[in-house]
């Protein structure tokens, strides 16, 4: 996998500054003119909104799709596009470990799934702070070690994936890094990880928490909120099993992309994240999108640039997969010529 050595934040137009775009900036804009995300402190509340938004999108690619129970009941939702890899991505929505479902990242996961050619598997954890941790990492386990089961028996799943990757977005990444964490000495263990603007380390205050603190639609007041409902006692934000940054050892983790953005409070701790897995000697791409915000995989509708950073990540996602489908065969990876035009936009 071709990685850059550190994050670029010059070699692209930043645009309208600091934003990518005049959209993603007037859309910004707007932002600042509500009330903070969490200032009501009404969860119900949030939910409903969240949910309403993402009903008002239009759908996304067509493909077939599939709702399903993985073990023990755990909701999840299959997309599967034409022409697919061999391989399946167990997706994490981000939403501060207490928002956010199936239905708030569906557009999300069904662009995914149509730009890297792979299918994805959507998993609605558990939320807090009807669930405080650990459950949503105890269930991004046993949904993997469902999938990992498939391999040797289809199941439910319909399908032995031949390559098995874990992603998500912003706390929904902090899940698949607890995840692969705990499944890295496993008989089967995770191919790769793909995050997007991840979590990594409850504890952060400094550096971008606090050059990007205000005006990028992420305050750290609403990430101190959301923490709190996942992790009550804040003397256990320090615990690797909710922080992996913390963790002490890091070698064994699986091949992992990275995708941070400039203008994100959440920046410096995902790449330092990285950072802290390539001094382990883990195979890492570390790409900092420039003039980009927290939750651009949802708002590809708002911002062409926004559209355009999901479509990279989507094809971050399909290079790694052909690079592990061609390891698995004792191959040479060869280039892709879906990705060759990483600045490509599908807007549908």
Request: some cysteine; hydrophobic content about 40%; aromatic content about 6%.
């Amino acid at each position: 996998m071709t990685d850059s050595p550190t994050p670029d934040t010059e070699t692209a137009d930043s645009g309208p500054e600091p934003f990518a775009d005049q959209q993603l900036a007037d859309f910004m804009r707007s932002l600042a003119a509500f009330p903070s995300m969490t200032a009501g402190g009404d969860v119900a509340a949030m939910r409903r909104t969240t949910e309403e938004r993402s009903s008002q999108r239009p759908l996304g690619p067509e493909m077939p799709t599939r709702d399903l129970e993985i073990e023990s009941g755990l909701p999840a939702r299959l997309y599967q596009p034409d022409d697919a890899l061999d391989a399946l991505v167990v997706y994490f929505h981000g939403g501060g470990w207490t928002i956010g479902s199936l239905e708030t990242h569906d557009r999300a996961c069904r662009r995914l799934a149509a730009r890297a050619g792979v299918p994805v598997l959507a998993v609605a954890y558990r939320l807090a702070p009807e669930h405080p941790a650990p459950a949503a990492v105890d269930d991004a386990v046993t949904a993997f070690e469902w999938v990992a089961g498939a391999r040797s028996a289809s199941g439910g799943l319909g399908f032995r994936p031949q390559v098995i990757a874990l992603a998500g977005d912003s706390a929904g990444g902090a899940l698949a890094e607890l995840a692969a964490l705990r499944t890295r000495k496993a008989p089967i263990a995770p191919d790769f990880v793909a995050l997007a603007f991840p979590n990594t380390d409850l504890e952060a205050v400094d550096g971008s928490m606090i050059s990007n603190a205000h005006g990028y639609g992420l305050e750290p007041a609403d990430i101190e909120w959301l923490t709190r409902q996942w992790v009550p006692d804040r003397a256990r934000w320090s615990d690797p099993d909710v922080s992996p940054l913390k963790a002490k050892d890091l070698t064994g983790f699986p091949t992992a992309i990275i995708v941070t953005c400039e203008l994100d409070p959440l920046r410096d701790q995902g790449e330092a994240f990285g950072e802290r897995l390539r001094s382990a000697g883990v195979e890492v791409l570390l790409r900092r999108e420039p003039g980009m915000v927290h939750n651009f995989l949802l708002w590809d509708l708002i911002s062409p640039s926004c559209a355009a950073a999901s479509d990279r990540f989507a094809d971050d996602i399909r290079r790694a997969t052909t690079a592990a489908l061609a390891r698995q065969n004792g191959a040479e990876p060869v280039q892709d010529r879906r990705v060759e035009d990483t600045g490509a936009s599908s807007g549908q």
